[in-house]
């Protein structure tokens, strides 16, 4: 079992910044994959990034690429998500997922364990 915990959601005017974190705890393993998705009122699931956590190989949604950047801490198994440049369009609920694989994907199907998701608001 993998336990997810999402924090540093808020609410934020468009430019604005906010850094999404994940903690992870329970029985991981040594390397692992993580992403973030996101999910807006009325719409299916979005993957937004993802990590592989031993190569640290990213990948990003085209509507997020160079303003958001994934990042895994391995010593505290905190997962991070830098949000800049924030667009309306952005807001939404994030959520942080894992799985076991080394997997390069931005399907949520393919994650096992979500956290309960933090919001996060953009005003124009």
């Known amino acids: 079992q993998v336990q997810l915990v999402e924090s540093g959601g808020g609410s934020v005017q468009a430019g604005g910044s906010l850094r999404l974190s994940c903690s992870v705890s329970?029985?991981?393993?040594?390397?692992?994959?993580m992403a973030w998705f996101r999910q807006a009122p009325g719409k299916e699931r979005e993957g937004v990034a993802n990590i592989e956590t031993s190569s640290r190989t990213t990948d990003y949604a085209d509507s997020v690429k160079c303003r958001f950047t994934i990042s895994h801490d391995n010593a505290k198994n905190l997962l991070y998500l830098q949000m800049n440049s924030l667009k309306p369009e952005d807001t939404a609920m994030y959520y942080c997922?894992?799985?076991?694989?080394?997997?390069?994907?931005?399907?949520?199907?393919?994650?096992?364990?979500w956290g309960q998701g933090t919001q996060v608001t953009v005003s124009s």
């Open positions: 997922a894992f799985d076991y694989r080394v997997i390069f994907t931005l399907r949520p199907d393919n994650y096992k364990y």
């Open positions: 329970g029985n991981t393993g040594s390397w692992y994959s």
